[in-house]
């Protein structure tokens, strides 16, 4: 069985969060980590992995230092790497960014492709369900659980206040939520074979299959920046001084006044 797992690194917010006079992140100049909900889809894959003896690729469109969460990856105990990094594919929103990754995915034998639910950095959970239309592949998104059944996939997926369980054979796409588990740590031995035994696989645009240059990159995004902030002030706000039966009546106006109730 064969595994592809897409990861991004993405920026850690704790460290600030800097922009491109494009509007475009400055992911250059900013810390770095790999995507929760990624590391729960990769974690999700090493299991079966554990279980099945699976081999398992991990993916990931970025810029060069996003080799990092690749190696990380490998240390966690995937098997491949590959990175696809080009100036061309700079700039990407959801559209382009799946289109890319799915030219990508052309290259490669899987079964099952795992993703993120989202990207902390954009919250869309557009990508990974736009992959799997571009491959022509059932989807299953907001992953709770996960397991294998044969040549099917059984998820439990997160819907409101329930749940479904639903049952597809692959090849299939299936996006985790943070929640499915907890992910391993890395260990010394992990770490040592991802930094001096493993090497990552590198591919530009020119690597990547049955994808058009109007597709790609910001020149190939439809959405587009109007402006951009790293924080967004609030107003003062209205302040009033009521008695409680008042306070009532004028909170229950403002809730009607704004459609709530």
């Known amino acids: 069985m064969k595994i592809v797992v897409c990861i991004k690194q993405v920026p850690d917010t704790k ?18 980590i790999m995507n ?12 079966i992995k554990d279980e099945t003896g699976a081999e398992v690729t991990v993916v990931t469109m970025g810029l060069p230092k996003a080799d990092d969460v690749l190696r990380e990856a490998m240390a966690m105990g995937a098997d491949k790497a590959i990175l696809v ?6 700039g990407a929103d959801t ?18 492709i795992i993703t993120g639910r989202q990207a902390i950095d954009g919250d869309t959970a557009q990508v ?27 998820v439990k997926r997160q819907y409101e206040d329930r749940y479904h369980e639903l049952k597809v054979k692959m090849p299939c796409l299936v996006t985790a939520l943070s929640e499915l588990n907890v ?19 590198v591919w530009g645009r020119n690597d990547l299959k049955d994808l058009d240059d109007a597709n790609i990159g910001l020149n190939g ?35 009607k006044e704004k459609h709530v109730i």
Do not use: C
Request: aromatic share 6%; net charge negative; charged share 25%.
């Open 221 to 255: 995004s439809p959405t587009k920046i109007a402006k951009a902030s790293d924080k967004v002030r609030k107003g003062a706000g209205e302040k009033v001084t009521l008695d409680a039966t008042e306070s009532v009546s004028y909170i229950m106006g403002k809730l």
């Open 95 to 112: 559209w382009a960014t799946s289109s890319t990754i799915a030219g990508a995915l052309r290259n490669i034998d899987y079964d099952l």
């Open 183 to 201: 992910p391993r740590y890395m260990t010394p031995g992990g770490i040592f074979d991802a930094y001096d035994e493993k090497e990552v696989t």
């Open 85 to 90: 990094t080009d100036r061309v594919l700079g």
């Open 36 to 47: 929760p909900d990624d590391k729960a889809g990769l974690e999700a894959a090493l299991r």
């Open 128 to 154: 990974g369900p736009q992959i799997a239309e571009h491959l022509n592949l059932p989807v299953i998104s907001y992953a709770e659980e996960l397991r294998i059944d044969g040549d099917s996939v059984i």
């Open 15 to 32: 460290g600030g969060v800097k922009f491109n006079p494009d509007g475009t992140l400055d992911r250059a100049a900013m810390l770095a």
